[in-house]
């Protein structure tokens, strides 16, 4: 049981009240689930429902739907055909392009999203790298019914709209980081119909370069996300935005005006959310977005990380491998007052009552923390949340497959050139990785496979699985055709390789291992498991075993990293199974089929642990 709601009776007995104290559990949608906004709708039957920035995964714009505000089913995904957004196969700086910062919405029967195709290979003032775009939706149950993108011009990111009580539209987002700006839009065509006014300049919060926390000079920060909405309530129109760029100073802001387009004044009481320099094991606390229940209670989704108080300073050595990860808290709006939220903290305790509700039946995914077990059945396709990093390669030619004749029960994987690296740990020219994930969801938990590698015939062919973060942060363990021992002689081997080499608030680093062992004489001309798991808060094991039928086959470990090698800039580790001939034979070169995809949820840790030990790096 995820919630609780305990009448005290000894309260009760004390003062006569009638107080009602209910407890739920933060994250409410855990792993890599950055810049949540959400919107609730009672004309389909009370459900609230959220989106994501998902950056460079494809499907994105993953769509979740709750009744409780604590079961989460994901429904779909906006961004579910390669033909809604083409540029997502060739955008480079896959850790930091992408997706960005959306805003849902719903009116007169109709989904809208507000997002950003960021290319942030193209720098600075370069406006192009900034493709504004709406998406709409009928069902949002449906992925195919999400529509193409309707383009609009903004040199910016973050927009949102707003409808006033007049019905004409307006658009607000973020400007160089520095300022507000707002217009009114053709919502059907996209068209900005008036001049960009500047509405808010924030609260004067220094940069993040400056003072307090000392930040390493490698680090520059690309943007900042004031990620703005507009609210009316009460005769005021309310504007909550983020400021402080999207690390530790990351927080939530308020300002409210009698007049759309401004003068606003700030809330005293700002920040309304932040977790700055708390001790609290939620940092970066903001972007919030916020939205009333059946009842009228407000909540707050928002996002932040689990890294601990530490993550206030350099040297950085805070851990927390799944990002950025989406909390709730319920916000007091009083008439014609400021909200106010509650602190964000792993277990959230108070005088609150949660809608009750349940999870949607209609949908193509499972709850958001569930586990898989994805046997690749024929007929079957990918589970809602399996995507892949940019758009799949190959596709039509047929790079992936379920259960191809001769094998059934299982999913194909026709090798890519590339392996999860890449040609400098950051592009990949327009060429795929063969690769499919999804986003660890829980501080312990297990992935494991089975790969048939029976394909596998020239050296550096290649099949494995990672706890992967971006191309320059990623942890291997695969069956790997290699020559080792001197005889010259091709062999199957157990390879556990990684690569960590971002500078992100780092000294610069380079980690690098690779190690590999002969093929365990048992495993020969068998299919093999292997396995990444999250051990505790700070360490991944890597290792392999017998594939096959049993669920407990022994395995043995081949290595481990440390979660501190795998830094989250802007997404959060993902697990998945990946092939690749490492640069040497073109694409397609070999086949692998992938069984048994299983994934088990272990723990979820919401305090930092007392016994954490300083990171160290080597
Ligand atoms: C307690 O919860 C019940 C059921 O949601 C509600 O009717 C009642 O008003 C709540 N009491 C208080 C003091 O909030
Ligand atoms: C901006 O980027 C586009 C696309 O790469 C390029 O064509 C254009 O010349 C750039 N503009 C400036 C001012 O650099
Ligand atoms: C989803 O939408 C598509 C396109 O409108 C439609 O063809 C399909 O039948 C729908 N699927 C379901 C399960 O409703
Ligand atoms: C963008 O913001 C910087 C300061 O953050 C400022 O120096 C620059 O003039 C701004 N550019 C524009 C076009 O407003
Ligand atoms: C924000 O700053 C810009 C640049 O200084 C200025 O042009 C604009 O009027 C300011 N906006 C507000 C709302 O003060
Ligand atoms: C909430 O957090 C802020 C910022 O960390 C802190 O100043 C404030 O005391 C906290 N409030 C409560 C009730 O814990
Ligand atoms: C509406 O929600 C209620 C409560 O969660 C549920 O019992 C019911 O089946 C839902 N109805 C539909 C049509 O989804
Ligand atoms: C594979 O699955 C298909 C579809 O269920 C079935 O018709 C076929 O007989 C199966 N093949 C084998 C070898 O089991
Ligand atoms: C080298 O590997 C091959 C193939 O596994 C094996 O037959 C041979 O005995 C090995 N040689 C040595 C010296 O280990
Ligand atoms: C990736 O492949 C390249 C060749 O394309 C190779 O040089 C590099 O060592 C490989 N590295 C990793 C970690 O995958
Ligand atoms: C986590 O597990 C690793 C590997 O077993 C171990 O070395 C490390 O001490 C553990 N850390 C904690 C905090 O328990």
């Known amino acids: 049981m995820k919630v609780t709601t305990v009448l005290t009776a000894a309260f009760l007995a004390a003062t006569g009240l009638a107080q009602n104290v209910s ?69 480079q700086r896959g850790s930091t392009g992408g997706i960005y910062a959306p805003t849902l919405r719903y009116r007169d029967g109709q ?21 504004n775009f709406i998406l709409t939706g009928t069902d949002p149950y449906n992925s195919s019914t999400w529509s193409d993108p309707i383009r609009f011009d903004f040199p910016g990111i973050d927009p949102s709209p707003f409808w006033d009580d ?36 924030g609260t004067g919060l220094p ?60 809330d005293p009481a700002d920040p309304v959310l932040s977790g700055y320099l708390s001790q609290s094991y939620f940092q970066a606390v903001g972007h919030s977005d916020i939205f009333p229940d059946a009842s009228g209670q407000y909540w707050a989704i928002a996002l932040a990380v689990r890294a601990g108080y530490s993550y206030n300073f350099d040297p950085y050595n805070s851990i927390f491998p799944m990002g950025r990860e989406a909390v709730l808290t319920p ?118 496979v089975d790969v048939d590698w029976s394909g596998l015939k020239r050296e550096q062919e290649e099949v494995g699985t990672s706890a992967f973060m971006d191309q320059a942060q990623h942890f291997d363990i695969s069956v790997t055709m290699l020559k080792t021992n001197g005889s010259g002689d091709l062999a199957p081997h157990i390879r556990f390789r990684g690569i960590s080499t971002t500078t992100y608030r780092l000294p610069e680093r380079f980690k690098y291992v690779d190690e590999a062992f002969p093929l365990p004489e048992a495993l020969i001309g068998q299919k093999v498991r292997l396995q990444v798991e999250g051990v505790n808060t700070t360490h991944y094991a890597f290792s392999a075993g017998l594939g096959g039928c049993d669920e407990d086959t022994p395995m043995e470990i081949y290595g481990y990293t440390r979660g501190n090698y795998l830094v ?51």
């Not at 989904?111 to 900034?130: E, K």
């Not at 700006?181 to 119909?193: K, N, R, S, V, Y």
């Not at 703005?228 to 530790?248: Q, V």
């Open 23 to 91: 407890t739920f559990y933060n994250p409410v949608i855990t792993g890599f689930h950055p810049d949540p906004t959400c919107k609730f709708v009672p004309e389909l039957n009370n459900t609230f429902f959220c989106t994501f920035s998902s950056f460079i995964t494809f499907p994105g714009l993953p769509i979740y739907a709750s009744r409780d505000l604590v079961n989460w089913k994901l429904v779909s995904n906006a961004f579910s055909r390669p033909e809604q957004l083409p540029a997502i196969g060739t955008l």
């Open 111 to 131: 989904f809208i999203i507000f997002t950003t195709l960021v290319n942030q290979a193209l720098y600075g003032n370069n406006y192009t790298r900034f493709d």
């Open 166 to 201: 007049d019905g004409t539209t307006h658009m607000t987002a973020s400007f160089n980081g520095s300022t507000i700006l707002q217009a009114p839009m053709d919502f059907e065509t996209g068209e900005i119909l008036g001049p960009l006014v500047s509405i808010w300049n």
């Open 207 to 266: 940069s993040p370069e400056g003072k307090s926390a000392v930040l390493s000079q490698s680090f520059t920060c690309p943007v900042m996300m004031p990620s703005p909405h507009i609210y009316k309530k009460d005769g005021w129109y309310y504007l909550l935005t983020a400021e402080g760029g999207t690390r530790e100073r990351h927080r939530s802001i308020f300002a409210r005006s009698r007049n759309l387009y401004g003068p606003y004044e700030g």
């Open 331 to 448: 916000v007091r709006w009083d008439e014609g007052e400021w909200p106010t939220y509650q602190n964000v903290s792993g277990v959230m305790t108070g005088d609150f009552t949660l809608p009750q509700g349940s999870v949607p039946e209609e949908g193509e995914g499972g709850l958001s923390e569930a586990d898989d077990v994805v046997n690749f059945e024929p007929g079957s396709k990918l589970p809602a949340h399996v995507f892949h990093w940019r758009l799949p390669v190959g596709v039509k030619k047929g790079n992936y497959a379920i259960s191809p004749e001769g094998h059934n029960n299982s999913l194909m994987l026709l090798s890519s050139k590339l392996n999860l690296t890449g040609y400098d740990a950051d592009s990949t020219r327009g060429q795929g990785q063969t690769f499919v994930a999804r986003r660890q969801s829980h501080t312990r938990f297990r992935f494991s």
């Open 568 to 618: 989250p800039y802007y997404s959060g580790v993902v697990v998945g199974v990946y092939s690749t001939s490492n640069g040497k034979y073109g694409e397609a070169s070999h086949t692998a089929y992938v069984s048994r995809w299983r994934y088990t949820g272990l723990e979820q840790i919401r305090e930092l642990p007392a016994d954490q030990l300083p990171v160290y790096w080597d």
